[in-house]
Every structure is written in structure tokens, then in C-alpha cells.
């Protein structure tokens, strides 16, 4: 699918609740940071695992030519779209969210602070997830101006002055937000929210972890800008981590 198809079809998405397709971790690595679990008295369980590529051919990012502002942002630019580990094959940026998580009555998640960043003429991170109630601040690190313009159940778009910052609570109800700079078009981000903290990105070797999670049996959502959306039936234990590996594949690319 074209970029261009892709991101009208995330901007639907996110005018609703969220069942597909971007700080829980805010910008992923090897080390990461778990969610807090939700209050609860009752024994729980860690989800933790690896999204891997799997096929002959490693696809590369896309590359597109840049004339704004060359001489800070050079004349080529990537869309990051996919980022796979040399190593193991390990798809970097994979959005992982648990569907049908019991929640308390009257349960409301601790409020995120993410900080999305202008830097080198990208987006930092370029994915994310965040919990409802959350605020982004939108921070230009460039010395040339950027827009922040954020898609999804609200339209925002915020003009940034070299080295400058703006802060919004954009993350008022589940979905997606898309990000774009109006001044740069290669320059995108992706952040998912949800209501409950059972969410995460995969980090640059693919890998990710969840704990905290009420033991049963739940369906994990996996999305990628690049190979689209998986689902897949999970079953957690108390007071143990339960282990998987997923994989994409170019058959299941949405890329053009």
C-alpha cells in the first residue's frame, strides 16, 4: 500500500477505538522499560518475546530525495519505515498491545510524559505508546523551524521556532495519532494510546516485554507501518513470563 493510502487509513483508525493499527517505552532499546501493572492484590504474570523478519530478502527503508533545507538535512532522507537487525533479523518499532485486559472499576492509567523531539530532521521516537490522559511536548533540538502536526481524534498542528517546545494533551481517548512536518514531508511519527499500560515498542533486536498482567488468556495486536497488523492468542500465567516469537514477512508487507 502507498504511504499516502496508509496514513488515511491509521487517520481513520485513530477517529475511533482502536482494534489495528505509534512513555511506556518512548524510545526503545535493548534495555526496556516495563510498564506499571495495574493495581491489584492478585499474583501476575510477564509477557515478553521477539518480532523477527522472515524471508530470503531483507527489504531496506524507503529513501526519497530532499530539497528543503539540504544543508541540515542533507539530500537524501529515509522514512525509517523498516529497521531490521543485521543480527537476528529483528524488526525495530513494532507496536505490542494486549486486547481484553480486565481493568478495576474506575481504573484510570498513570498518565504518560512523552517528548517528541525535532532532531537531525526526524522525529524522536518514531514510535511510540502512550496511556490515555497523557501529554505530548513537541521539542525542536534543529536550528530550522518544523511543524509538529499531529492526525487522529484531534487535529493539532504546532509551528516550532529553532530550539523551542510546545506541550499538548493530545492523548484524550484510544486510537492512533500520526505525526507529520508540514515543512519536511519525509518527517512522520506514529503513537498508539490506550487505556491500560499493556502496551510497548519493540526495541532495535525486535524484542519486547510486558509485565504486571492479571494471568489469562488474551489476543496480542502487533502493527508496523511497513508490514502491517497481526494478532495472536497469548496465555499469561501468574508469577511466571511466558515467551514467544512472531514474525513478518514480505507477504504480509502493506509497502508498496
Known amino acids: 500500500m502507498k504511504l499516502h493510502a496508509l496514513i488515511l487509513t491509521l487517520v481513520i483508525l485513530a477517529a475511533g477505538a482502536c ?21 491489584s492484590a492478585a499474583p501476575t504474570g510477564i509477557l515478553e518475546g521477539q518480532v523477527l523478519f522472515e ?8 529513501q526519497i530525495k530532499n530539497t528543503t533545507d539540504p544543508q541540515q538535512c542533507g539530500n537524501l532522507q ?18 505490542v498491545a494486549l486486547k481484553g485486559v480486565p481493568l478495576p472499576k474506575g481504573y484510570h492509567p498513570r498518565p504518560d510524559g512523552l517528548t517528541l523531539d525535532n532532531r537531525d530532521c526526524r522525529f524522536r521516537p518514531h514510535v ?26 484531534r487535529n493539532i498542528n504546532l509551528a516550532l521556532a529553532p530550539e523551542s517546545s510546545k506541550q499538548v494533551r493530545a492523548a484524550a481517548r484510544p486510537g492512533y495519532i500520526i505525526v507529520k512536518c508540514d515543512v519536511h514531508g519525509w518527517m512522520q511519527a506514529f503513537i498508539r494510546v490506550d487505556e ?16 504486571g498482567i492479571p494471568p489469562g488468556s488474551y489476543t496480542l495486536e502487533l502493527w508496523h507501518e511497513h508490514f502491517g497488523s497481526k494478532e495472536t492468542k497469548v496465555r ?21
Open 55 to 62: 524471508g530470503s530478502k531483507i527489504p531496506q527503508a524507503t
Open 78 to 95: 529515509s522514512l525509517e519505515d523498516i529497521i531490521i537487525s543485521g543480527e537476528n533479523r529483528g524488526i525495530k518499532n513494532v507496536i
Open 196 to 211: 491500560h499500560p499493556f502496551h510497548t515498542v519493540t526495541a532495535a533486536d525486535g524484542r519486547f516485554r510486558i509485565q
Open 19 to 39: 482494534s489495528n493499527p505509534p512513555p511506556a517505552p518512548v524510545e526503545p532499546t535493548a534495555e526496556i522499560e516495563p510498564h506499571l501493572s495495574v493495581p
Open 128 to 153: 511510540a505508546v502512550v496511556t490515555t490522559g497523557s501529554s505530548i511536548e513537541a521539542v525542536n533540538s534543529d536550528p530550522i523551524f518544523h511543524s509538529v502536526h499531529l492526525y487522529g481524534f
Open 236 to 256: 499469561v500465567e501468574a508469577n511466571s513470563a511466558s515467551h514467544l516469537t512472531i514474525y513478518f514477512s514480505s507477504d504480509t508487507s502493506k509497502g508498496a
